[in-house]
């Protein structure tokens, strides 16, 4: 489904939902897009914490210039990813009872996408980090690329590849 051209979804959704209507189709949207932000806000702002924290700790030190811009790019991503992933609560309550919903799943879900990706580059940035602090630069080069790798594959890769799929339902 494409979430700026919904009608290209309609007659699936009339087939398979019963009628279901444009005001059902984006409240059900914004239902599963809020539960699956509800499972990444907790652990993006758990990891901007920590991440807030590292530059007062002995051991920060350790590391080099270069992890030291790594750790900046990291925070970065990571206060992004925050934004991004919050930012359709801020707009629901801005928009709320302004007959909006169209343009709120719309830009909640440009949200969510951005938010993921960002979040991405975080994890990427932290295993980078500690995979230098403890076993050194090339440990954690190798660790930042095949994070890098790992998100990349399975959280754009796979489900760009399962988008372009035609999968039917099985018959009940």
Request: with cysteine.
């Amino acid at each position: 489904m494409d979430v700026d051209h919904p009608e290209n979804d309609q007659s699936w959704d009339h087939r398979e939902r019963g009628g279901e209507t444009e005001v059902e189709r984006l409240d059900r949207n914004w239902t599963s897009l809020l539960q699956e932000l509800r499972v990444t806000q907790t652990g993006v702002q758990l990891l901007t914490g920590f991440l807030l924290t590292l530059p007062f700790q002995q051991r920060f030190n350790v590391l080099n210039d270069a992890m030291r811009m790594v750790y900046l790019v990291t925070v970065g991503c990571s206060v992004g990813a925050t934004v991004a992933l919050i930012a359709p609560v801020g707009m629901h309550r801005l928009l709320f009872r302004r007959h909006r919903l169209v343009v709120l799943v719309s830009a909640a879900h440009r949200c969510a996408y951005a938010g993921l990706v960002l979040l991405g580059l975080a994890m990427t940035g932290v295993t980078t980090i500690i995979f230098d602090a403890v076993s050194g630069h090339i440990a954690g080069i190798i660790a930042g690329v095949c994070a890098l790798a790992l998100f990349t594959l399975f959280w754009m890769v796979v489900p760009l590849w399962l988008r372009t799929r035609n999968l039917e339902l099985p018959e009940p």
